[in-house]
DNA sequence: ACCGACGGTTAGTCGTAGCTTTCGTTAGCC
DNA sequence: GGCTAACGAAAGCTACGACTAACCGTCGGT
């Protein structure tokens, strides 16, 4: 899926951030994680589903621990998302500056 | 301020990101911006404060309306901040990718 | 000077996301 | 075969955020 919204919901949540930005410097388990956060495990281990339904993170079984780890094509989705958003953004902008050049010229503009 | 995680907090809202959305192809009042919404005006006025709060949006006052446009810079931000994030996983993965490659060889690395 | 359009503010309600607790399951180890 | 560590699942609680409704201030028209 990776769908840039649904990332981008996901990415909101303070814990689930802290997550996936200490994935995001490699591959850890939900013990690991849950040690550097103050929250419970079963949090982590609800949080991390939920990435993993985005696509945001993948899992693999290593005997009794699961080790989880970030989708790179997910950030670049968000990531994508938000170049087309803040260039349009820019364009609107530069067009309003513009616009309001028209209505009331000042010695700046020519 | 404009700080990246407040604004990406902000931006999870769906009816806040329709107004940004809006916004980003041309300034608008309130009314204008609560008539394409399924939601009051009051609702919208309430959630350009807190746009406006966190540097995505700025309004100007136009006799009794207000025309609210977006801040392109704030934009800028959070774009630099998932460029970054996304570098990172990217080295990430293949950090992880080559550990998994040294544990159990496959003839597709030489 | 009145009146209507446009917005911001406040109080209050409702839904839901995040968390803990408890329990069940599976894999490694003696 | 028990025992423990590591997770996931289900249930329940709590707090917060989004929304509406009602009210007040303000600018512009006539």
Redesign the interface.
Known sequence: MTNA?AV??T??D?TR?AIV?R?????AAVGELARDLPVTRSAVSQHLQVLKQVGLVFDRAAGTRRIY????EA??V??AY??T??Q???A??A??AAQAAADHPTSEDT
Request: glycine share 4%; aromatic share 12%; no cysteine.
């Open positions: 919204l981008l919901e990415l909101a303070p951030r930005e994935l995001a410097d490699g591959p780890a970030v989708n790179p950030l670049a968000v990531r938000f170049d958003f803040w349009r953004s820019l609107a902008f067009d309003a």
